[in-house]
């Protein structure tokens, strides 16, 4: 259900103007870089952690991508069902535009999910959007969602970088060894 509802909020037809879109992808790639850029020069990052997850980003991002009205905040803790059983959404302040696939990176990184779990959230988000954009782009996604975390916490706190950069290190260490994904914990 909580899949489903991500998919038609992505559905729903509330898109960013085509003339925007075009530009999307590129300027989140050229966004991602320049974070990774900022955790180098603050010490977050060791330079060959940069420079690997900025190959990665130019490997992995998708070279166009759809956009519109997004969650932001997407996960378990932030939804409350209802006595009806329906869904409540109660953490909406970070409710804006931006592309769908960095939607379901933000809520797969939040969110912890095993795989099989995940698979059946596509399913539900299936429902109302395909996820194959999202998973075949899936590392590039993944990564600015790390990243998003990595300076969030940075700046506001500081001492629990631990989640983020072991996040961050495993999915270095998934595209270095070119496998699959690794099963999902709770991320931040």
Known sequence: ACGAA???LH???LA?????RRDLAPRWLRDVTAKLESLRAAAVLTPAAVTAATALARQSAPPQCEGG?????YC???????????????????VATGPYD?????TRYRWPMTDREWAVYLDGYRLHRDPAPFVAHRRFWSLTAIVDSLIFRHQFRADDLAVPRA?????LG????????????SLE
């Open 16 to 20: 960013i103007d085509p003339a925007d």
């Open 76 to 94: 378990a803790e932030n939804i409350v069902q209802r006595r009806d059983g329906s869904l409540c959404l109660i953490d909406i302040e970070t």
């Open 102 to 106: 960095f939607d379901l990176a933000r």
């Open 69 to 73: 009205a997004v969650f932001g905040d």
């Open 11 to 13: 559905a729903a037809g």
């Open 174 to 185: 998934e595209a270095e060894a070119g496998g699959a994904p690794a099963a999902t914990t």
């Open 6 to 8: 991500q998919g038609r």
């Open 167 to 171: 996040a961050f290190a495993a999915l």
